[in-house]
C-alpha cells in the first residue's frame, strides 16, 4: 500500500495549487480518502473528506469555498485544488486512505 502526493510548492497569496495522491497497493474505490495538513509544531489538521466513490465531501470551514477535494478512481488518484491560497494554508499537506498516511508534499504560500 503506498500513497505519493506531489503538486505541492511556493505559491502567492490569492494564487492556486493542485495537490494529487497516486494510490497503489489496494483498491482505491473501495475506501474514501482525506487531505490533512501539518505545521511544525502544531498537531495534523483534517482538511478535506471524500467518499469512495467521490459522492460526498466535507471540508474544514476554515477551507471551505476555496478548497475542493476530487478524485478519479479509474486512476486511483485523488486531488486537492486549493484556490484563494493564505499564508495560513502553508503547511505540510499529507493524504490519507486505508489508515496510510503518504510522505507530505510542502505547500508555502507567500509573496
Known amino acids: 500500500v503506498q500513497l505519493v502526493e506531489s503538486g505541492g510548492g511556493l505559491a502567492q497569496p490569492g494564487g492556486s495549487l493542485r495537490l494529487s495522491c497516486a494510490a497503489s497497493?489496494?483498491?482505491?474505490?473501495?475506501?474514501?480518502m482525506s487531505w490533512y495538513r501539518q505545521v511544525l509544531g502544531k498537531e495534523r489538521e483534517l482538511v478535506a473528506s471524500?467518499?469512495?466513490?467521490?459522492?460526498?465531501?466535507t471540508y474544514a470551514d476554515s477551507v471551505k469555498g476555496r478548497f475542493t477535494i476530487s478524485r478519479d478512481n479509474a486512476k486511483s488518484t485523488g486531488y486537492l485544488q486549493m484556490n484563494s491560497l493564505k499564508p495560513e494554508d502553508t503547511a505540510v499537506y499529507y493524504c490519507?486512505?486505508?489508515?496510510?498516511w503518504g510522505q507530505g508534499t510542502q505547500v508555502t504560500v507567500s509573496s
Open positions: 497497493g489496494f483498491i482505491f474505490s473501495w475506501y474514501g
Open positions: 490519507h486512505s486505508l489508515a496510510r
Open positions: 471524500i467518499n469512495n466513490a467521490g459522492t460526498s465531501t
